[in-house]
């Protein structure tokens, strides 16, 4: 009997993904290591399939401040589901700022973007200052050097 709940653990594990996040949660080295940063409004999300990846997010973003990389009116942006992918949740009709890379799982510069949790998106509502902090990371005024003075 203990061999056979053996057989049947073993031979029905499902294997799991943990989500491990190397980036700082510190805003100007997300600020450096991000290749788009914007603040915006979420208007949509769509649930796909890419092709080698599984199931994604594909979010509608409407662009309110543009701090690096992205200078349209709305962007699109994908993220995982969110069980132990890394994906992020973003609400309908919610401010975020979002740090965004090019996505790796389509075709590379094709205006599809990627995010995850551990870009350490934020809700505007939760932090308001984020925008007045990634303008004056933007112009040059706050540095790492000078970081703990604001």
């Known amino acids: 009997m203990t061999k056979l709940m053996l057989v049947l653990i073993i031979g029905f594990s499902i294997p799991s993904y943990a989500c491990s ?7 100007i080295e997300r600020f450096t290591n991000a290749e788009i940063i914007f603040s915006g409004k979420v208007l949509s999300v769509q649930y796909c399939e890419l092709e080698n990846n599984g199931p994604v997010k594909l979010y509608s973003i409407e662009i309110s401040n543009s701090f690096k990389g992205y200078n349209e009116n709305t962007v699109q942006i994908i993220t995982g589901m969110g069980d132990g992918d890394c994906g992020d ?7 975020y700022v979002i740090f965004g890379y090019d996505a790796r799982y389509t075709v590379e510069n094709d205006g599809l973007y990627e995010t995850n949790i ?3 998106n934020i809700l505007l509502s939760e932090f308001p200052r984020a925008l007045e902090y990634l303008s004056l ?5 706050i540095t790492k050097e000078n970081f703990k003075n604001f």
């Open 89 to 95: 949740d973003f609400t309908i009709g919610e401010d």
């Open 21 to 27: 996040c190397k980036y700082s949660n510190n805003m």
């Open 118 to 120: 551990c870009m350490w």
């Open 137 to 141: 990371i933007k112009s040059g005024k």
